[in-house]
C-alpha cells in the first residue's frame, strides 16, 4: 500500500517544500529598487511597532547626542535610512540637530544634506562625524553641515534632486515647559534645555496653529526636492499644552496632505527606557508619554 501511494505521488509530481539555503536569505530580490535589504529585513522592518536603540547613556558616543534636548538616536535612524535607500543616494534632514542623520548616512554609505540652526549644534554635528567614525569605508566626506534657516536654504536645493528626507521637527512649545524631567535630566547637568535663543526658531511660535502652518510649507519645499515616488520619514511625538492633549502627530500627518505627501504608515517608537515621573499626582491623569510616532509618507510617482 505504501509503495502504491508512494507512486501516485510521483506520477501527480506533488511539489515538495525545498530548504533555504544561506545564499537564499542573503539574496536581494533584483526587482528592489529601494533599497539593498533581504526578504528576511525586509519584513522585520514593516513591524509597525519599534523599541527604540538608543547607545546608552554611558556609551562614549552618546556624550554629543546628549547635548541636545531632543536628541534622535543615530541607531534608529539608519534602520530608516537602510530601508527606503541604497548606497550612494542623498538624505536631507531640515532639522539635523546633533548630526545623528548624518551619522548614520557615514556609516551607511549615503550622502546627507543636514541643515541647523542653532551654530552650537551645527559644529557639534561636524565634530561627531570626525570623532565617532573610524569605520574605513564610511562616507563622512559626503556628509554636508548647511548652517542657517532650513526655509532659507530648502529652496536652493534642486527640484527631485533628494531620495529620501528623515527627520524630527520641533514640538512647538514642549521644550519651554521645566517639569520633574528636565530638572532632574537636564538642568542638573548642565545641558541645553531648547533649541536656542534664535527668534527664528519655529519652536518659539506663539500659536500652535501657526507653528502648524510655517512646518507645513517647511515639509512641502522638502517634497518639492524629493524625487516622484520617494519617501519622507518624519518622527514626532504628541504633547500636552496645559490641560490640552495634543495630537501632533495626526494634525501633521492630515496638513501635509496639502503639500502632496500622502500617508503610507504609521511607527510607533517605544521608548521603553525613558524614566516615569508623578505627573498629575495626586491630582489628575497626565500621561509619562513613552513613546514617539514616525510618520511614513510617499510623494507620488508622476503619472
Not at 259 to 284: A, C, D, F, I
Amino acid at each position: 500500500m505504501n509503495n502504491t501511494r508512494a507512486a501516485s505521488n510521483a506520477d501527480h509530481d506533488v511539489p515538495t517544500e525545498t530548504p533555504s539555503t544561506d545564499e537564499d536569505e542573503r539574496r536581494i530580490d533584483p526587482r528592489n529598487q529601494l533599497n539593498e535589504l533581504t526578504a528576511k529585513e525586509w519584513i522585520v522592518e514593516t513591524i509597525s511597532v519599534w523599541n527604540q536603540r538608543g547607545l546608552g547613556a554611558g556609551h562614549p558616543d552618546a556624550r554629543i547626542e546628549r547635548q541636545h534636548p531632543a536628541p534622535f538616536s543615530f541607531t534608529d535612524v539608519g534602520r530608516l535610512i537602510r530601508y527606503f535607500t541604497k548606497s550612494g543616494q542623498t538624505v536631507l534632514d531640515p532639522f539635523v540637530g546633533v548630526g545623528s542623520t548624518l551619522k548614520a548616512c557615514a556609516v551607511d554609505q549615503r550622502k546627507g544634506i543636514g541643515i541647523e540652526l542653532n551654530p552650537k549644534f551645527a559644529e557639534l554635528s561636524r565634530e561627531r562625524l570626525t570623532t565617532e567614525i573610524a569605520d574605513m569605508f564610511s562616507t563622512v566626506e559626503d556628509q554636508q553641515v548647511l548652517e542657517g534657516d532650513a526655509r532659507d536654504i530648502l529652496p536652493t536645493l534642486a527640484d527631485e534632486s533628494i531620495d529620501f528626507v528623515v527627520t524630527s521637527p520641533p514640538y512647538w512649545s514642549i521644550l519651554k515647559k521645566e517639569d520633574h524631567k528636565v530638572r532632574q535630566e537636564r538642568l542638573a547637568n548642565g545641558l541645553s534645555t531648547d533649541y536656542g535663543e534664535d527668534e527664528r526658531d519655529l519652536a518659539k511660535i506663539e500659536s500652535y496653529e501657526d507653528f502648524l502652518v510655517e512646518l507645513t510649507a517647511l515639509f512641502g519645499e522638502c517634497a518639492r526636492a524629493l524625487k516622484p515616488g520617494k519617501y519622507m520619514a518624519i518622527v514626532v511625538s504628541d504633547f500636552r499644552e496645559k490641560s490640552r492633549y495634543i495630537m501632533f502627530h495626526a494634525d501633521l500627518a492630515r496638513s501635509l496632505e496639502d503639500v502632496g505627501l500622502e500617508m503610507r504608515g504609521l511607527k510607533v517608537l517605544y521608548q521603553r527606557h525613558k524614566k516615569v515621573y508623578p505627573y498629575g499626582y495626586p491630582y489628575s491623569y497626565v500621561p509619562n508619554i513613552h513613546n514617539q510616532f514616525i510618520l511614513i509618507l510617499q510623494k507620488p510617482k508622476k503619472k
